[in-house]
């Protein structure tokens, strides 16, 4: 919930637009963003976008799978998760759950509406809310950014994740303390850069509980 810098320019216009619309998985998505109240937790970045893009032709079924996705900021990445088939548990800090839970609520047809639960998850703290090792898929978009949250994420992966489970991240390499959380990630799972769009910058790290090490 700390705004990045604003900048100048299209990108940042949008970013300030008061919705976003999309679609995905035959679906129209028109997600509430409010960047003067919450900052980064209202707005949809490139990540988000790229991961579900990703979601929905990359061969990966959700159908019947249990999703968590942390950070979720405007839901856009786990309604897409619902629509596609998954139960959906989406999670962000306290302060941006109502705000999450209206555009959830706003974009799933109303029989998908008890395969997403919204919850709060502030990275471990709240762990205790959450079965350890319970989820087929773990994902995030664009929450690598604050150094001083590193570990308590790595902490938050290695409880949600048992061996089986997938971990998909979705972010733009912005400074040297990103790489230095991958590093992190790879001491305590095994992870590969699965997907790579050049048009907007963004890398997708798949990452499994292990001790292979693999470079970037």
């Known amino acids: 919930l700390v705004p ?4 100048a320019g299209w990108a940042t ?25 919450l900052g980064v937790a209202a707005v949809v970045w490139d990540a988000a976008v790229v991961l579900c893009a990703y979601l929905e032709i ?3 079924d959700l159908r019947d799978r249990s999703v968590i996705e942390l950070g979720a900021g405007t839901g856009l990445l ?12 989406i999670t962000d800090r306290a302060a941006a759950l109502e705000f ?5 609520q706003a974009n799933l047809p109303s029989e998908l509406r008890p395969r997403a639960v919204v919850k709060e998850l502030t990275w471990g ?6 079965p350890p090792g319970a ?6 978009a664009d929450i690598v950014y604050l150094e001083e949250t590193f570990a308590e994420l790595l902490q938050t992966l290695e409880h949600l994740c048992s061996e089986q489970t997938v971990v998909l991240l979705s972010c733009r390499i912005r400074y040297e303390r990103d790489n230095k959380f991958l590093k992190m990630l790879r001491g305590r799972f095994s992870v ?8 907007k910058d963004v890398h997708i790290y798949k990452a499994q509980k292990g001790s292979r090490k693999e470079d970037f």
């Not at 989820?135 to 995030?140: A, E, T």
Request: no cysteine.
């Open 192 to 199: 590969y850069e699965i997907h790579y769009d050049p048009t």
């Open 78 to 89: 786990g309604i897409v998760a619902t629509l596609l088939g998954a139960r959906a548990t």
């Open 135 to 140: 989820f087929d898929f773990v994902l995030g």
């Open 13 to 37: 216009r949008q970013l300030h637009s008061p919705s976003a619309t999309y679609r995905f998985a035959s679906h129209t998505i028109r997600v509430k963003q409010d960047w003067r109240r």
């Open 100 to 104: 999450l839970e209206s555009n959830v």
């Open 125 to 130: 703290k709240d762990l205790g809310n959450f």
């Open 4 to 7: 990045y810098e604003e900048g």
């Open 58 to 60: 990359g061969g990966i």
